[in-house]
């Protein structure tokens, strides 16, 4: 098998095609525990418009002539979202009494090993039929702002996800358990967080054994890296700082090897923390578990400031970076408003997806152009960036702009270059956007002093903030309650604002986008419209002028 770094390459696709069933990295393991989703009728539904010329047209698997193709679709979705089980590859697994109850002093009597107290009259548990629902809101039409359909009428169908939290039934005895934690790809804030958490309810369940693997998915191969012992007096405090008690790296060894180390160490819980590409890692890993029979939960906690993981709410790091841009935004926005002619160029992270680009600048009220990957822009010509930031300088005397380290990677010089982890290398949009600035002001005599921000190393680098303080304390907790309840091959996040599990494959397809005729982008454009700008009803974030013509 080849190395982790094969597995985990992503490959994004175009925003709002069709919602379609994952392909690739399926578990195909029936559970048949579970019973069928509920189909209580709420207002809301979720799906992506699949342009149909004719009512025979099939899309997606779904012929939507046929009267049947709703029950069909909802059939089709209870399957992919069945959540991989112990019980799949081992369906005499004995369930025993959760050892996690708050009403408890500890987990497990200490007089007699083995022996499970049952709290019957707590509450607190989650049943393993409690439902989610994706998404709220119903759209009539599918010319509504942000419509996502499955149909050409949009109509209304239920889709429901399991929900998260501890179970009354667990499939692993706390002292038989030897539990890892890794966290893999880029710095992101939080990350401490979620591992402190993860360590304080394991040790809530009764599992001693708890260690840290080093430097990513590397140090299940790297014989001169050795285990971090992890426990809650190591982890106490470490939320309080920045980046990663255990490190982090990009790529890997072989799934096979990695595997082989799990057996050796003896790891029979494994939670790894990181973005699209380590999930597709971790997805591998269970598989490679199932096959091999091994009786191993595999977690994932999604971990991308950039905020591109499919059907989630927000993924942790994300709320701390956009506060912490504002500072960057703000230097930028002081610095240009302080000299003759000044612009200031502000490069955020975003490589596929403008998340933190847009918000950053719907929050801060000190933009003028938001550049984001997924909504094309022309920089030269008489409707081009730059005309506007002349015009800028004319009307206003300065001017902000906000870029996504992904966006306008057309302007640029392509290479074929790979990262660690099979990610293509970006150009730099930045630099080449200061440079472009200087050059085309000094062409046309005009005299504009550049400032150009990078703070992605100083965002990825500080602490949680309250916020997602509170987001990865809570996905830590959910992610060891997913793994005694048994499930491996998943991953937890906010769904429409309740913590769910997902089958893993069904999150990391492509990474999600902004989505140009959503509120939200139209709530930027509206927030940097300006009162200088009379004939202008949204001035440019980007402006209509900008974007290129099909």
Known sequence: MGSISHVITTNPTLPHLPFTRSTGLRFSCFNPRLLPLPSTRVAGKVGVFAEVSSPSRTTSGIDFSDPDWKTKFQQDWEARFRLPHLTDIFPDAPPIPSTFCLKMRTSIDRDFPGHYSSYEDWHGYINNNDRVLLKTIYYSSPTSAGAECIDPDCTWVEQWVHRAGPREKIYYKPEEVKAAIVTCGGLCPGLNDVIRQIVITLEIYGVKNIV??????????????????????????????????????????????????????????????????????????????????????????????????????????????????????????????????????????????????????????????????????????????????????????????????????????????????????????????????????????????????????????????????????????????????????????????????????????????????????HRCLTSTGKLWLPMLCLNYCVLLELIVSP
């Open 212 to 521: 840290g693997i080093p430097f990513g998915y590397r140090g299940f191969s790297d014989k001169e890296l050795t285990e971090v012992p992890l426990s809650r007096k190591v982890v106490q405090n470490i939320h309080l700082s920045g980046g990663s008690l255990l490190g982090v790296s990009r790529g890997g060894p072989a799934v096979s090897d990695i595997v082989d180390s799990l057996e050796e160490r003896g790891i029979n819980v494994l939670f790894v923390l990181g973005g699209n590409g380590t999930h597709a890692g971790a997805n591998a890993i269970h598989h490679e578990c199932c096959k091999r029979r091994l009786k191993v939960s595999v977690i994932g906690v999604p971990k991308t400031i950039d905020n591109d993981i499919l059907l989630m709410d927000k993924t942790f790091g994300f709320d701390t970076a956009v506060e912490e841009a504002q500072r960057a935004i703000n230097s930028a926005y002081i610095e240009a408003h302080s000299a003759y002619h000044g612009i200031g160029v502000v490069k955020l992270m975003g490589r596929s997806s403008g998340f933190i680009a847009m918000q950053a600048s719907l929050s801060s009220g000190q933009v003028d152009i938001c550049l984001i990957p997924e909504v094309p822009f022309n920089f030269h010509g008489p409707h081009g960036v730059l005309s506007h930031l002349k015009f800028l300088l004319e009307t206003k005397g300065s001017a902000v702009v906000c870029v996504a380290e992904g966006a306008g990677q057309n302007l640029l010089q392509k290479t074929n270059a790979t990262d660690a982890s099979g990610n293509v290398v970006l150009g730099d949009i930045g630099v080449y956007i200061q440079q472009e600035i200087k050059k085309y002001f000094k062409e046309i005599g005009i005299h504009a002093d550049v400032k150009y921000i990078d703070p992605t190393y100083m965002i990825r680098a500080i602490r949680a903030n309250a916020s997602d303080g509170i987001l990865c304390t809570v996905l830590g907790q959910n992610a060891v309650h997913g793994a005694f309840a048994g499930y491996s091959g998943i991953t937890v996040g906010v769904c429409n604002t309740h913590y769910a599990y997902f089958p893993i494959p069904e999150v990391i397809s492509h990474p999600r986008l902004v989505d140009p005729n959503s509120r939200m982008w």
